[in-house]
């Protein structure tokens, strides 16, 4: 007799918690609206049923990583807690952030360090300038990777399938009348700052903000994550960046590198 053969995707799906994937996903709509949602909207958002939404949020209530107040459910900071715990124990930023807060001193302007996480940038150290930016920024923070020169930098590592494939189901967004929006333009943006080593953003996210940012590679050469200089474009030109702010910022970077590749 012909033992019965699963397919891989049969066998794979074995492995994996639906409830524990629906779980998470209710989450990230709670993360995605932090003023909260009431039982319909959850359940709408999700596609559940009310009862199935009823259950997901009162569970998250009950281990604590999301409160209820009246009919609105919003997450707490239990989860905060948690992902700031995730950061201090990676090695890289144990060490990087010294030098980082050197070069921020150096420049009066605020570093910044980010890795990719699907479309958006997510902060993983930061060290704030003295100068006042309305972008309210902090570890744990998430950005449009599209939109940021810390996400072009670190997009710029995808081979040039996987690029048009990510900018295709990519949900791009005009933040200012500034963003670039279009994909092949942007293709060529991303293309370009790999070949540079640098990426910037010209009040793409926001009007009045300028950022230049650099790769952080690992032992093997590969991107790993990003670091930036962002200013108020009052006080730097795209120009004057390049001239006076990446020449720093690449030294950063290779010290933080050569720190890594030795321990």
Not at 62 to 89: C, E, H, V
Not at 154 to 169: G, V
Not at 246 to 259: C, D, F, K, V
Request: charged share 25%.
């Amino acid at each position: 007799m012909t033992p019965k053969v699963e397919s891989n995707e049969t066998a794979a799906d074995r492995d994996l918690v639906g409830s524990l994937a629906r779980g998470l996903q209710v989450m990230e709509i709670l993360a995605a609206n932090p003023a909260g949602m009431t039982l319909t909207e959850m359940a709408e958002h999700a596609g559940l049923t009310r009862a199935g939404a009823r259950r997901f949020l009162l569970t998250l209530v009950s281990t604590g990583y999301a409160s209820q107040d009246g009919r609105k459910f919003m997450l707490s900071p239990r989860l905060l807690s948690l992902s700031r715990t995730w950061i201090s124990n990676t090695s890289l930023w144990s060490f990087a952030e010294p030098f980082m807060r050197t070069l921020s001193q150096k420049l009066n302007e605020s570093c910044s360090a980010a890795i990719l996480a699907d479309e958006d940038v997510v902060y993983v150290a930061r060290v704030a300038g003295h100068r006042i930016l309305s972008v309210a920024l902090h570890v744990g923070t998430r950005l449009p990777a599209l939109s940021t020169a810390m996400g072009r930098m670190l997009l710029s590592k995808l081979p040039d399938h996987e690029l048009r494939a990510f900018l295709a189901r990519a949900k791009i967004h005009a933040h200012t009348p500034k963003t670039i929006t279009d994909p092949a333009k942007l293709e060529r943006i991303i293309i370009d700052a790999g070949k540079r080593g640098y990426a910037t953003m010209d009040e793409e996210l926001e009007i009045g903000l300028r950022s230049i940012a650099v790769p952080i590679r690992n032992r093997d050469g590969e991107i790993v994550a990003a670091i930036n200089i962002s200013a108020q474009s009052v006080r730097f030109s795209i120009a004057e960046m390049e001239e006076k702010i990446l020449p720093h910022l690449r030294e950063t970077a290779g010290m933080i590198e050569n720190y890594y590749v030795v321990h």
